[in-house]
Each structure stands twice: as C-alpha cells, then as structure tokens.
C-alpha cells in the first residue's frame, strides 16, 4: 500500500495517510478532517531535489477494487489492482509498477508547481483496456461487467527533458528518446483544476458535537444527536440510517445498504419475483406478491465472493425490523462503500441469484438498475471466535476478511 503525506492545516506537521484513508487526524494536534474528493484523488510524487530541469507530470489511473463478470453461466469475480499511462506518450512506461515504500505521495493542490497534464483516457477506459487485454483468450461470451470499488485515483509520474532524452524526475535517469510529436498532444490543467480536495471539520452540523468514525470511513457519526453524514465537495450531508433494534451486547455492527429500485428489463416488482428468479422452493403466498423487494448490499468491502454472498444472505432474508435510531452504545463497522458503488453490484447479484442460469445470462445486458431509495441499515452480528455471526440466519463473516476489506 502506498502512502501520503500531507502537512496538517492547522499545526503544520507532516501527517502520514494510508492511500484509503478518509479522514485525516493529526495526532499532535488532534484535529480531526474528512477529506471530500471532488470526483477522484490526484497524487504525485516530488522530483528528486538533485533534479534542477523544469518538470512536467504525467498523469497514471490507479484503480482497486472488485470485479465481477458474467460470462457463459458463471459469475466470476476478482480483485483488480492496476495502474495505467492515461496520456499517449511514447516511451512512457505503461503502468506504475512497484515503486519503494519510502517513496511518498502527496496530494495535488492549487498551488502545486509544475505542469500537470490532463488524462486523455477516462479511467473507466483504462480499466476496460486492460482487461480486455488479460480476457482476450476466453471464449464465453460476456454478459455483464462491473467494477465495484472506490479507491480510484490519478497519479503524477514526474518527468523532465534532458539532452533530447525523456527522464524520470524520482530517479533522476533517462527513460526514452523525446517523443517527437513532443508533448503538443497534451493539455495542462489549469489552477482551478488542480483542486481536487477539500478538508471539512469532523463536527456535527446540527449539534456541533465532535463525529465519529474509523479512518477509513465514508461515514461519521453522531452519537449526541443519532444523526449520520458523509461528505461531498459542498461539505458534509445528512444521510438515512437505521439501527436494528434487536442488538444484544458485545455485538458488531455491520452497515447494509437497504436499496429499493425499479428494474428495467425483468419482470422484478416484489420479493415474489426474486423467488421466481431464484427458482426457490419457497411456497409463493400473496403476501410475498404484495411484498417489496429491497436489495440488500454490504456498504463495506470484502473478497468479491464473500460480498455476493452476503448480499445474497442479506437480500433473501428481508430484514423486517423492528429498526431504531439511537446509536448510543454499539460498536460498528466503517461504511467503506458508497450506496452509488453498491448499486452497481445489483445486476451481477440478480444474475448470481438466478436459476437456471442459461436462459437469464443472455438477458443481462438489456437490465438497467433505477435506485428510489437507498438507506443505511447496521445489522448486529455477534462475535464468535474469528467469526461475526447473523443471530437470524446463517451468514458469517470473517473479521480477518472485514480487517483485509479495509486496505481494498
Ligand atoms: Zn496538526
Ligand atoms: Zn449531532
């Protein structure tokens, strides 16, 4: 895992983050900051101070997260961790490769010197590409595709010209010739583009009490007034949440997102239908026609098959309630995925969910996923051994698999 430094606002020492980290704490001055990205994270690295050239930086996608593809009648999934050129410079190496643990990021600012230079390729392009490139020897047709995930980030190689040679700034040694087009192709972003962060106080906007949350969370909380926030550029907003009530203690919280959503493209109207789907042996009674269906997504991250399992679970099971407000005394779980990623996922969970598998597959590419609510649910699992455990109904989760989700 690479990591950031970044100089804290308010004292001014130099504070180490985690490349997943949300919040910034200051541990000499205790401040505590969210860190609200406008659309994604900019990076680089700084020039080797032996460098005297003028340097320019170019711009690389980075991307971790969860794949799953639907190919022939399988869902398969796996963990994508690349990085990729996003500008057509030859001679530039095509992906970041390892890079020395002491070698630390920081993060893009207005007042940052040196030319930056815009991607050319969006990053959801730079991901499709490569992984054309590692399936283009399968031979089942692929469905569906989706790229769950949210550390995704832009990061800054800098480069300097030297006696007609492309070098890297880091190690301060030629790369390749200067291309010779040069860098025309390319266009710098200007100042404004280059804020791509802003720091918001960890306090309650409506009680001005201090928020609370895990670093990585996406999610603060408020046990004074039971409110939840998270941040966009504008700041922090308030968001639905609910407890369920039943909670003994010790237990874990962890947070669900409870999304209803009108499907496009399946007959999908009530918990009857995702029966149908499923092929259950479960008796259709007319309650379960009139019943909503609601999806039911981990809003943490996990393997890829222990997400769509649980959201499996979870999704089948319904929670009813009864739910509560108060957050007071429980422990949870950090919100590491946004309701936006999670409803992502639904189309490879319908398509995990169904049986049989061959006449549903060919369909997926015409559903289209419209969200109406998404609310956030913390459901108690109680510890047992290196287990969490569901008090209703059999799923556990691992905490060594929670503990791994945190650094995806
Ligand atoms: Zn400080
Ligand atoms: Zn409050």
């Not at 997102?257 to 259950?280: H, M």
């Not at 929670?319 to 309701?339: M, R």
């Amino acid at each position: 895992m690479w990591q950031i430094v970044h100089q804290c606002p308010q004292c001014g020492a130099p504070v180490l983050l985690e490349e997943t980290d949300r919040i910034f704490a200051c541990p000499y001055c205790r401040v505590s900051l969210y860190i609200a990205a406008r659309d994604y994270t900019a990076l680089y690295w700084p020039a080797s101070p032996a460098v005297a050239q003028e340097i320019v930086f170019m711009p690389y996608w980075r991307f971790k997260g969860m794949s799953f593809s639907c190919r022939g009648t399988e869902v398969q999934t796996k963990i994508v961790d690349m990085s990729r050129l996003a500008v057509p410079i030859t001679g530039m190496p095509f992906s970041l490769g390892v890079r020395p643990q002491a070698l630390k990021l920081k993060f893009v600012a207005p007042e940052t010197s040196g030319t930056f230079f815009k991607p050319c390729l969006t990053l959801q392009d730079a991901v499709s590409g490569i992984e054309e490139q590692l399936n283009a020897s399968s031979a089942a047709p692929r469905f569906h595709q989706a790229y769950i995930g949210e550390t995704a980030s832009l990061i800054y190689a800098p480069v300097f010209i030297h006696d007609n040679r492309l070098c890297d700034a880091i190690l301060n040694k030629p790369i390749a010739p200067v291309p010779a087009e040069g860098f025309t192709a390319l266009e710098p972003c200007d100042q404004r583009e280059k804020l791509h962060l802003t720091f918001v106080p960890c306090l309650c906007p409506a009680c001005g009490w201090n928020l609370e949350g895990e670093k990585q969370s996406l999610v603060l909380l408020c046990r004074n007034c039971n409110t939840a926030w998270s941040a966009s550029k504008n700041g922090l907003y308030k968001i639905e949440f609910a407890l369920s009530a039943e909670a003994a203690p010790g237990c874990i919280h962890l947070p669900f997102w409870k999304i209803t959503a009108q499907v496009e493209g399946l007959q999908l109207a009530s918990f009857a239908d995702l029966l149908r789907l499923n092929n259950a042996p479960e008796v259709i009674t007319p309650a379960r026609e009139q019943q909503e269906l609601a999806f039911w997504i981990p809003a943490f991250k996990l393997t890829p098959e222990l997400f769509l399992l649980a959201a499996q679970r979870m999704t089948f099971f319904q929670e009813q309630g009864p739910f509560e407000e108060n957050l007071s005394a429980a422990s949870f779980h950090p919100v590491t995925l946004p309701s936006t990623e999670a409803i992502e996922s639904i189309t490879a969970l319908l398509a995990q969910c169904a049986v049989p598998r061959k006449e549903m597959f060919p369909k997926l590419p015409q559903i289209s996923v419209q969200p109406r609510t998404a609310t956030l649910v913390y459901v108690p699992f109680r510890p047992s051994g290196s287990e969490l455990i569901h008090s209703r109904m059999p799923l556990s989760i691992n905490r060594n698999a929670l503990k791994w989700g945190l650094s995806l």
